[in-house]
């Protein structure tokens, strides 16, 4: 006989392998849990009373004719399943979904940021956009998961919005959760989080990071780099919240001044504007495109062969870095760093191991991320994470 807990603790492994996609029929399910048929059955059978997961019986896919034998029972997210909200704050608007289990988002909204973004305008947003997406005559959104681009401490604060130049420590999630509560949605739970912690979240689940152990993820957008460690599909997160600010690790001869007071960080060292200002084109709007033109010229063009070279040293040196602290099996770059991957590989992969006194350097996985919004599907992993964590929280 299974106790209470235990079964309470396979219930979450059995939708944790559905919505990560380890387990297609109901015999992986066995054989990844360990235990019998009928336990399995009975975990099955508790999941799908919960409308969390369902299982259907495989049929020949040219004739809808049961397969001949003992039948395998495919295992798939319940169509009914609990939806939640997923915000991204970007440089210049917000991006709004939502999303189920599986990784899976809806449409994605897109709205322009308001023309002064304070903490107050840019909150006040995002509050109405979710309060219009709360109101539902389907099941309401089980809860709310916002990516923001600082560092952000566990207890929801953002601590340091440099691109939105917002104040140092800014208590985001009590503030969300405060304007929800005025508009008459005081019970639903808000969880926050770095927009690159969540990103690396998401390619660990859903992406390029799938059967990783140890996966790091270092990226660049427009400006700054960002990234995250996720260690058997949890994300670590340090004592308060604020570990793997990849993008201060310190570059071998990096010189360029950064935010943080210090000088020669890979924030600085390896996003696209230390790229285009290499190549001397300096821009107040570096975008992706900017850099895709730079590397595509770099055999023609000295100026773009240089730039692309000393970024790739500098990219590889702080990768080799965090690589000698952290002993990941696989890196995953995204944004500019996935072109420099895909353009560069083998002089990247060469630095790395150049800068790297672990013999396993070279071994070490490098992969572009594969997720389109990552970070949005980053934040509806940390809002369906409870419901992960504890499947019986919906009875
Ligand atoms: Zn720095």
């Known amino acids: 006989m299974t106790s209470p807990d235990r079964a309470g603790t396979s219930l979450s492994r059995a939708l944790t392998l559905a919505h990560t996609h380890r387990v297609a029929h109901r015999s992986d399910l066995t054989e990844r849990l360990g235990l019998t048929r009928t336990a399995t059955g009975l975990i099955l059978r508790e ?204 570059v071998p001869r990096g010189k360029r001044p950064c935010r943080c007071g210090n000088r020669g960080c890979l924030e600085v060292e390896a996003d696209p504007t230390a790229l285009l200002d290499a190549a001397g084109l300096s821009t107040t709007e570096p975008t992706l495109d900017a850099v895709r033109a730079v590397i595509a010229r770099r055999s023609v063009d000295p100026s773009a062969r240089a730039a692309v070279d000393l970024v790739t040293r500098r990219l590889a040196g702080g990768i080799a870095s965090l690589i000698n602290i952290l002993n990941p099996d696989r890196v995953v770059l995204g944004g500019m760093h996935a072109e420099l991957l895909a353009a560069e590989g083998k002089r990247l992969r060469a630095g790395i191991s150049r800068h790297s006194f672990l013999d396993q350097a070279a071994r070490v996985e490098l992969r572009p991320a594969e997720l389109a919004a990552s970070a949005l599907i980053g934040a509806a992993e940390v809002a369906l994470q409870p419901l992960l964590d504890e499947p019986r929280l919906l009875v």
Request: proline content about 7%; charged content about 15%.
């Open 47 to 250: 999941l799908e009373t919960l409308s969390l997961i369902r299982t259907a019986v495989a049929t020949r896919a040219d004739t809808g004719v049961p397969t001949i034998g003992r039948p395998s029972h495919a295992v798939e997210i319940h169509p009914d399943a609990p939806t939640v909200l997923a915000v991204h704050v970007q440089a210049t608007s917000v991006l709004i979904a939502q999303a189920r289990l599986g990784g899976v988002l809806g449409p994605v909204d897109e709205v322009p940021l308001p023309a002064r973004a304070t903490p107050e305008s840019v909150l006040g947003l995002i509050a109405d956009l979710l309060s219009a997406r709360l109101v539902t005559p389907d099941r309401p959104p089980f809860g709310i998961g916002l990516a923001l681009p600082s560092a952000v401490g566990s207890d929801g604060t953002a601590l340091a919005a440099h691109h939105l130049a917002w104040p140092h420590a800014v208590p985001a999630r009590r503030l969300l959760t405060g304007l929800l509560a005025r508009a008459g949605h005081g019970d639903v739970r808000v969880h926050v989080g770095n927009d690159a912690n969540l990103a690396a979240l998401a390619e660990s689940r859903h992406g390029a990071g799938q059967g990783a152990a140890q996966m790091l993820y270092v990226m660049t957008g427009q400006v700054g780099v960002g990234g995250g460690l996720v260690v058997d599909g949890r994300l670590h997160v340090g004592s308060a919240g604020y570990a793997l600010e990849v993008g201060h690790t310190p």
